[in-house]
């Protein structure tokens, strides 16, 4: 591999790790209330709200539905009101991160559902009001789950990354189509499919370390 | 006079019921769906006594005690705690309540993800306390429990016994006026279930403090309960201390509860009894309290002539009376001579039945 292939496979590298990392730390910011609500708003939640519960859900089903490479292309006027443009591995960081917060939001609901009741009315019991039984019971019961399904989320983004070469995003999917696919470099094709597995392996192996330490169940 | 209790009732805290209730239930009804789950509950819980409510699963028993603390709300009737109505008070007001009110479930219910001394803390956390003296009386709760080596331990390499122990200085961490206990010995085994009783039992006589128990398990009310409230389909259907109650079942559900743990006539006997004429005749005879001190059958033996044989029973000690039930064969089947032993027995305070005759020796 010439060393321009090589810094183009290190830039790429990078374009990758920033929109998988980016827009993960912000489908956590957004999913984990937004899966917060859903559990709190559902049938016999500490908030209980059918209607809220409704919309919120079909909301997040709406996004979900739409195939990744269409969301791409049609969010582009929300990527230039909020980057100021739509191409580049920013702009990238918005679709990505629209598509990323619902798919966690889901994760994070199922985690938080399976908090025992039991522990929800022993902190009523105690006195606590919602922010109470939000903060020590259902986010800390929650949390191997929950760190696991961010985990999970992270790649996925990985994955959802590569196709954000469609809009000039670079990123390693995009080095291994240009290069790899259309210009023959079969060299490149291989180092990018095995920093895909590295990084892949390495984010995995952080998560499932992480949830070990954190699960006392 | 009359003054007087215009001053009382000035106060609208004060409830003049003579007593220091702690809790006092009126007319309480919740209903779910068709099934009537409180059917008009009255009772009280005086200061410092434990008193056990006992009943099938489905009486209405778990959604008595959670209304104590506002968990469950009635459909009507009223919920006094130290005097004050809770009934209408909404979620945010009940919250200062619910302190007062410790309560220890059947599945202990500790947060996994704490160590033993922030769950037993939590309350105290939940109220705002500084962090060094909610570790200090979590150390000194831990030590009440006997756990104090278990602080830093996780609850899930605690056995059952050890979680209840944790569940019970957690819910006293608040320094609470009214414990309640769900079923908190239900899912243990009858060792553990002992200690745990008696860790209330001690608490309860140590701090004063009052709880109110809920079981299926009469074992459980002999062993701690200075009370006892039998509730059948969402009604209290007998109420009284505990031994008053074991030596004198009124109703038919008290009576079964009762069951596994009071002398019953071996099935072998039960099915040869006979109407009419035997050579013996099997009595049941129940003694309590005085009646159950004296030399109740020697005395039988000297005033009325014939021969007795114990086949059945003894004498058991319930808050330290006796309460004692034996099964009696009497030789012979005459009318005469039973009633001359019936009417012996009835004089020295005892409940005599005739169960029947046996053809032959039992």
């Not at chain 1, 910011?29 to 559990?39: E, I, Q, R, S």
């Not at chain 1, 999917?173 to 180092?191: C, H, K, N, P, W």
């Not at chain 2, 009537?36 to 409510?53: C, F, M, P, R, Y």
């Not at chain 2, 004692?324 to 032993?341: K, Q």
Request: with cysteine; aromatic share 4%.
């Amino acid at each position: 591999m010439s060393p321009v292939l090589f810094e183009l496979l290190l830039r790429s590298i990078w374009e990758t790790v920033l929109m998988t990392g980016a827009s993960g730390i912000i489908s956590l910011v957004f999913g984990l209330p937004l899966g917060l609500a859903l559990v709190a708003t559902d049938r016999g939640g500490i908030a209980e709200n059918i209607w809220v519960n409704r919309v919120l859900g079909a909301i997040i089903n709406g996004f979900r539905s739409v195939p990744f490479i269409i969301l791409l292309v049609a969010l582009i006027p929300v990527t230039r009101l909020i980057v100021g443009t739509s191409i580049g591995t920013w702009a990238a960081i918005v679709p990505l991160s629209i598509a990323a917060t619902p798919y966690y939001a889901r994760i994070a609901e199922v985690s938080l559902r399976e908090v025992d009741h039991g522990l929800i009315e022993a902190a009523r019991a105690m006195g606590g009001n919602r922010w109470t039984i939000i903060r020590e019971v259902l986010v800390p019961e929650a949390l191997p789950g929950i760190v696991a399904g961010f985990t999970v989320t992270l790649v996925t983004l990985v994955g959802a990354s590569a196709m954000a070469g469609a809009i000039g995003a670079g990123g390693l999917g995009d080095l291994a189509i240009r290069y790899g696919y259309q210009r023959f470099e079969t060299s490149v094709m291989v180092a990018v499919v095995v920093v895909l597995i590295v990084l892949v392996c390495g984010i995995q192996w952080i998560g499932d370390r992480l949830v070990a330490r954190l699960d006392h169940r | 006079m009359n003054q007087h209790v215009t001053a009382e009732r000035a106060d609208p805290v004060y409830q003049p019921t003579g007593r220091e209730d702690v809790v006092r239930l009126v007319g309480l009804k919740r209903r779910f769906g068709a099934t009537a789950a409180l059917d008009g509950v009255s009772l009280t819980v005086q200061k410092g006594e434990i008193l056990g409510i006992i009943g099938r699963s489905g009486a209405g028993k778990s959604t008595l005690i959670r209304c104590l603390n506002g968990l469950e709300r009635p459909d009507s009737g009223e919920v006094f705690i130290e005097g004050r109505e809770i009934g209408r008070l909404s979620e945010r007001e009940l919250q200062p309540l619910r302190r007062r009110i410790g309560m220890v479930f059947q599945h202990f219910n500790l947060l996994s993800a704490k160590t033993v001394e922030e769950n037993v803390a939590l309350p105290l956390k939940i109220e705002g306390r500084p962090r060094a003296e909610r570790l200090a009386r979590a150390a000194e709760l831990l030590q009440l429990v006997g756990l104090s080596e278990k602080a830093k331990a996780y609850p899930a390499s605690l056995s059952g016994g050890q979680k209840q122990r944790v569940g019970i200085a957690r819910a006293l961490a608040a320094r609470p006026a009214l414990l309640l206990s769900d079923e908190a010995t239900s899912a243990l085994d009858p060792e553990t279930t002992r200690s745990i009783l008696a860790l209330l039992k001690d608490i309860n006589s140590r701090l004063g403090l009052t709880i109110l128990l809920i079981t299926h398990e009469m074992e459980v009310i002999r062993s701690i309960a200075d009370r006892v409230a039998v509730i059948d389909a969402g009604r209290i259907v007998e109420e009284g201390a505990v031994w008053q109650v074991f030596a004198n079942p009124e109703s038919e559900i008290t009576r079964s509860l009762l069951g596994s743990i009071r002398p019953q006539l071996p099935p072998e006997i039960a099915s040869r009894l006979i109407p009419g004429e035997g050579a013996e005749t099997i009595l049941r005879i129940d003694v309590a309290g005085e009646a159950a001190r004296g030399a109740l059958l020697s005395d039988l033996a000297a005033a009325v002539p014939g021969q007795f044989r114990l086949v059945q029973g003894g004498v058991d000690h319930v808050q330290g009376q006796p309460v004692g039930t034996l099964f009696l064969a009497v030789a012979g089947a005459e009318a005469a001579h039973l009633a001359r032993v019936t009417t012996f027995l009835k004089d020295r305070g005892a409940r005599v039945e005739v169960l029947g005759h046996v053809a032959g020796p039992v």
